[in-house]
T-cell receptor, first 113, second 114 residues
Framework: AQSVTQLGSHVSVSEGALVLLRCNYS??????LFWYVQYPNQGLQLLLK??????LVKGINGFEAEFKKSETSFHLTKPSAHMSDAAEYFC???????????FGKGTLLTVNP | NAGVTQTPKFRVLKTGQSMTLLCAQD?????MYWYRQDPGMGLRLIHY???????AKGEVPDGYNVSRLKKQNFLLGLESAAPSQTSVYFC?????????????FGDGTRLSIL
């Protein structure tokens, strides 16, 4: 069985500040991890994915995530927030049969001017 | 390249009515999925398909049926709609290969059951 926990349902930052969105996972098999972003009234868009062997993963729009096996974490960061980053972010893990995704409950990111 | 297209985008139903949501993908993907998204719940898998002519239950399948008669289409049916099925429904597809292949999502169908 696999699960994802996103700490903090709502994160608020100032424009230009560091963005840190937390994700912890549980998986009985080697995890394949993803971060998706959802802008208002849109579908989910892939930000980045974890590939075995690389601990730091770079994605689109300046985001990156660090895989830490010892902490079972895959936190998402961006050095400097932009107003256009305001959206909901989902961490997901793929594993087991038929590569089904298990999603966290999401973190809504607000960027204040 | 349209990717994953969902129709309709919005719908309002009365309790007990039936309807079908259509998902079409033009990427020749093998796998297709239907999710529902509810506030504070993330996305939950309803049904999925690993190829033309196959379907399987996900996490929350009750009250829904699906069909995949053509590889590019995945239909989600509500036989007798209930208010608890008010939600945003997302379709996704992925190609075959390893578990690190991402899913590609449509823009969703917003469904209200009165």
């Amino acid at each position: 069985a696999q699960s994802v926990t996103q700490l903090g349902s709502h994160v608020s930052v100032s424009e230009g500040a560091l963005v840190l969105l937390r994700c912890n996972y549980s998986s009985s098999v080697p995890p394949y991890l993803f971060w998706y972003v959802q802008y208002p009234n849109q579908g989910l868009q892939l930000l980045l994915k974890y590939t075995t062997g690389a601990t730091l993963v770079k994605g689109i729009n300046g985001f990156e995530a660090e895989f830490k096996k010892s902490e079972t974490s895959f936190h998402l960061t961006k050095p400097s927030a932009h107003m256009s980053d305001a959206a909901e972010y989902f961490c997901a893990v793929s594993g087991g049969s038929n590569y089904k995704l298990t999603f966290g409950k999401g973190t809504l990111l607000t960027v204040n001017p | 390249n349209a990717g994953v297209t969902q129709t309709p985008k919005f719908r309002v139903l009365k309790t007990g009515q039936s309807m079908t949501l259509l998902c079409a993908q033009d990427m020749n993907h093998e796998y297709m999925y239907w999710y529902r998204q509810d506030p504070g719940m993330g996305l939950r898998l309803i049904h999925y398909s690993v190829g033309e002519g196959t379907t399987a239950k996900g996490e929350v399948p009750d009250g829904y049926n699906v069909s995949r008669l053509k590889k590019q289409n995945f239909l989600l049916g509500l036989e007798s709609a209930a208010p608890s099925q008010t939600s945003v429904y997302f379709c996704a597809s992925r190609q075959g290969g390893g578990p690190n292949q991402p899913q590609h999502f449509g823009d969703g169908t917003r469904l209200s059951i009165l």
